[in-house]
């Protein structure tokens, strides 16, 4: 076929496909990168990702999982180009488009605050953003607009791309290559995450749905002969969620990360940043350091630094179907109400009381777009090489069983109080109805 460049692109075609050099990563080897990746990658705000954690406060569980936003965003990047090299992807893109889609999984976490999803929790509560908001903010704003422009392509392009939103017209796969339920992102960090942890839950065969996925209608869909990797996939994700994103330790740890930085905010101007170089220079080593030497921040970071975590009082698994009990959990006043009488049947302080629920939006570092097994679009072909769109929901038990949504309530505090929050909290959730209240 022959390859149409858009006219924006003023770039090298040879620097699109000349391997400038390689990187060695743990998980896939030898990780060849071009000229303008080579570029990227040596920009600030890639560079930084050095000193961002992916999973920070998983190393209190597992001692590996100190790898950082940087090798996850080469490996998402590695696992782009191995599928924009599906012929059945291809033939449907042109070199400029898969060099985009390369930079755009390279770029895809360059928006990431300190400690990674933790620092969430205050862009949402306070800001009204996402990591997404911010990276299309780097992308357009700071020093790698520059870079890219130099290159040939257009920042504002690459920055919608690196969310999943440039919607260019009959492709709407270009954009789900990097945002979808089957993404390269996601490919990545259930391997690599397992992989550092040693939780052996991504046990994954990426490369058997990569070599499966097709595009119908202008979307990506997975051949249905990749049912049994999908479903590894699946099963994988919410394993690493219990086992890994929602460990009670982690999720402890993650919790007074964010308790410290939300009081120290103001002192610290955790939120005030005004410029890309403002953001940039807040990672996890800046603010470690800025929180202790925080007096309102500083209790907090010496506990963490002892392992003297919050501990868990009690945990109760729902499977919340009606939307009474969702409204209840996705309610932060009803929330506080429920810490108060918690509080007042154990005779403590509310402060000391923490719920926390990772399934909702307003609870700090929640993961549910790591939860939710998303509709798949898959498909069959028929003798004649047709192909015939199906849900996966329709021909995989193991998907339909795993829709239904979670939330692990826990409540967690200090020491010497948890036996008073573990009666009082078994007495509240106690009272809720009981078809809420499914092991899971």
Known sequence: MNYVLTTAFKGSVENMTHRWGEIKDPVYGYVYVTKYEKDVVDSFPMQRLHRLRQ??????????????????????????????????????ISKEEIQMIRLAALLHDVG???????????????LDKTHEDITVWMIE??????????????????????VGSLHRRGKNFIDQIVQSAVDVDKLDFIIRDTYHTGAQYGNVDVFRIIHMLD????????????????????????????????????????????????????ELGLISFKTPEDYLSLNDYTVWTMLKLCEKSRKIMENLERRRLFKCAYEQTFHVKDEGISKLFNTEEI???MRGKIAKHADIDPQQVVIDVPTLPSVPYHHSALLEPMEILIFHRTHEGKKIPQRLSEISRI??????????????????????????????????????????
Do not use: C, W
Not at 112 to 126: A, D, I, M
Not at 141 to 162: D, N, T, V
Not at 217 to 242: P, Q, T, Y
Not at 401 to 408: C, Q, S, T
């Open 55 to 92: 999973l920070a406060g998983a190393e209190y569980v597992y001692p590996g999982a100190n790898h950082t936003r940087f090798e996850h965003s080469i490996g998402t990047m590695y696992l782009a180009q191995r599928l924009t090299e599906n012929p059945n992807l291809s033939q449907y």
């Open 112 to 126: 990431h605050g300190p400690f990674s999803h933790v620092f969430e929790h205050l862009l949402e509560k306070f």
């Open 141 to 162: 704003k700071s020093e790698l607009a520059e870079i890219l422009k130099r290159s040939g392509f257009e920042p504002r392009e690459l920055a919608r791309l690196a």
């Open 215 to 266: 595009v119908l209608d202008d979307n990506m869909v997975v051949d249905s002969g990749a049912l049994s990797a999908l479903e590894s996939f699946i099963l994988a994700r919410i394993e690493s969620f219990k086992s890994i994103y929602f460990h009670r330790v982690s999720r402890a740890a993650q919790i007074m990360l964010a308790t410290a930085m939300e009081k120290a905010k103001d």
């Open 335 to 337: 929330r506080t109400e």
């Open 399 to 440: 998907f339909e069983a795993l829709r239904g949504f979670i939330n692990v309530v826990r409540v967690y505090t200090h020491e010497e109080y948890r036996k008073g929050v573990s009666a009082a909290a078994a007495k509240m959730f106690g009272e809720l109805p009981y078809s809420t209240r499914v092991s899971y």
